[in-house]
């Protein structure tokens, strides 16, 4: 069985992906991504790597419905297993 909070988080995060702002913030995301991705405005190393920052942040979002998935499916298969 899982824990009844981490069943609850699973339960809240789904209800936030199916939201029009949740749709809406990883548009703008993955736009605003595109640009900070290109070279040609980059200044200088300190620029590149905080550039480099602020894409790992917007991977994380946009990525964060696929891994929290993948998690409760591992969650649930550990479940399963312990029961057999």
């Keep these: 069985m899982i824990d009844p909070k ?3 988080y699973y339960r809240n995060m789904r209800e936030l992906f199916r939201t029009a702002g949740w ?3 990883i548009e703008d995301l993955t736009a ?3 640009i900070i991705d290109s070279v040609e405005m980059t200044r200088n190393n300190e620029d ?3 550039r ?3 894409l790992d942040v917007i991977a994380n979002i946009v ?3 696929g891994q929290l998935e993948s ?3 591992e969650q649930l298969e550990d479940t ?3 029961i057999h």
């Design 48 to 50: 590149l790597y905080f």
């Design 71 to 73: 998690a409760e499916q």
């Design 32 to 34: 605003n991504g595109v």
């Design 80 to 82: 399963n297993e312990s």
């Design 52 to 54: 480099k920052g602020q």
């Design 23 to 25: 749709k809406q913030l």
């Design 6 to 8: 981490l069943e609850l």
């Design 63 to 65: 990525n964060l419905e």
